[in-house]
Every structure is written in structure tokens, then in C-alpha cells.
């Protein structure tokens, strides 16, 4: 009985190792549609493709920002925060979600959630010139708006 049990047990892993190859497969099918969708401008398409990833894979966080730069382009900016959140909780070293969140937030007039973005993005990847200038940006924004300290004279 007990070999019934080990034979079985190992039919099961079998069975589990098979699905994830395949899971893993189209989850990559599903990232490339969704890619080529986006790069098409196909934004709903991609949306779809991307939370196909995310079910098959829940902890994938490219999938999670892809599907929140696809929301961006339609202006669903609190949607795609979320996805950002997602890819930076999943991957906390990732500076273009942190990048594209501080775009999103500043979208909504969240100008300081925005601009700790773009430090932590500048932080990451101190050679990315469109964080310097999303920044930049951003503080003027909300120096316009009352927001946020004056600029440094020094």
C-alpha cells in the first residue's frame, strides 16, 4: 500500500511539473500578445493579455507593469497605479514602475507621492535623464498648485 501511495505521490508531482511548463509557456505567449497588442496600440487586447499572465502567474511583475502602462494609455491612471504598486511590492528594484507610477500620480495632482517616485526611480537608475526631468516637472507643477517647497537658489 505504501508503494501505491509513493507511485501515486509521484504521478501527482508529474502531473503538477507538466502543467507549470506548460502554464509557463502560454504565459509567455500571453506576455508576447500583450506586447504586440500594446506596441499596436491595441491597449484593451494587451490589458487582457497581461491578466491572463498575472493569473498564470501572479508574481510575475513585468505583467503587472505592462498592464499598468497599457491602463495608462487609456487613462485608467488609478488602475495602472495599482499595477505599478504591484510590480515595485513583487520587484523592489524595478525604476520604471517606480517612474511610471510618479507619471500616474502626477496625472491625478498627487505631486509629492509623485515626486518620491521619480527619487526612487533617480535612486535606481541615476543615468535615467527622463527621471531628472519628470522631477523637475512635477515640482514645478506643484509650486504651481501651492505645492511643495520654492526651488533652491543655491
Not at 507621492?113 to 526611480?121: C, V
Not at 523637475?136 to 543655491?154: T, V
Amino acid at each position: 500500500m505504501k508503494h501505491v501511495r509513493v507511485i501515486l505521490y509521484l504521478g501527482l508531482a508529474s502531473v503538477c511539473l507538466v502543467a507549470n511548463g506548460c502554464w509557463s509557456d502560454r504565459a509567455s505567449t500571453e506576455l508576447e500578445d500583450g506586447l504586440k497588442a500594446s506596441n499596436a496600440g491595441d491597449y484593451q487586447n494587451a490589458i487582457t493579455s497581461f491578466t491572463t499572465v498575472i493569473r498564470l502567474e501572479p508574481g510575475h511583475a513585468e505583467a503587472h507593469y505592462y498592464r499598468g502602462l497599457a491602463r495608462y494609455q487609456i487613462g485608467l491612471h488609478e488602475e495602472a497605479i495599482k499595477d505599478y504598486s504591484k510590480a515595485i511590492l513583487i520587484q523592489p528594484t524595478f525604476p520604471e514602475a517606480y517612474l511610471n507610477r510618479g507619471l500616474a500620480r502626477h496625472r491625478l495632482g498627487d505631486y509629492q507621492s509623485a515626486i518620491e517616485d521619480m527619487e526612487k526611480a533617480i535612486q535606481l537608475n541615476p543615468r535615467d535623464g527622463n527621471a531628472y526631468l519628470s522631477r523637475e516637472q512635477m515640482e514645478a507643477d506643484g509650486r504651481e498648485q501651492g505645492i511643495g517647497p520654492e526651488p533652491n537658489e543655491d
